[in-house]
């Protein structure tokens, strides 16, 4: 079968370590950000059902062991549960020294704020490589399309005459070039602006969650808006029953 001259295999042999070096580099690029894009869709994924069980299942239960429980494991929002049941309980443990310096208010704030914080840096992670690549693939592209444009220069210069079989592979080098910059970075910056809006929402839902469990550690129950929307919902449920 016969390669042709301005194809991906001929632009390889053909080029020079320039070339190859900026081919690899954006290949890498790709993986990176590939794998970025992918673990964290599937980590966010992961969260969801954590979250929906943070806003049903956890409410439902009799007990805060048992709540912790139906959070899973390996998550946001059971690690600020964990913080939360640790900060009360280390409160009432040392409720001689701590009952004059903090409230059980405010240690329980600061516990559940921490591991908010943490989990907020934890879903970050990775999103430098997102951004970077974003940003960056199109100049390494850039980069070779120069350097593509020089060796068609060289080589017109060399023959003194702009023919086409002179000038048209390192014209295609060039061009390539510039596609595989684009291909990198338009996959990186889509799936870092979805990433942002997934990590925002997980983050908004966490700080929901612990406001929560705020409610519940120093007073008891859940916020006054929470428990009567849930009894206004059993409420309707009850007249549709009788209805």
Known sequence: MEVSPYG?????????FVTKGVAVLLVAMSIASWYVIVTKAIQLLRF??????????FWDTTSLPEGVATLGTDNPFAEVAKAGVTAMSHHTAHKGHLHDQLSVSDWVTLSLRQAIDEASGKLQTGM??????GSTAPFVGL?????????????????GQASIDKV??????????TALGLAVAIPATFGYNALVRGNKTTIAKLNKFGFDLHALFVTGSRSASE???KNANKAKLTAVGRA
């Open 8 to 16: 991906l295999e001929s632009l390889w042999a053909q080029g020079d």
């Open 48 to 57: 969801r059902g954590a979250s929906n069980a943070a806003g049903h299942q």
């Open 128 to 133: 430098a490589v997102l951004a970077s690549v």
């Open 143 to 159: 980069f070779g399309t120069v350097w593509g444009i020089y060796h068609a220069l060289v080589s017109i210069g060399t023959s």
């Open 168 to 177: 048209a592979g390192p014209v295609g080098e060039a061009l390539i070039m």
């Open 227 to 229: 428990e009567s929307e």
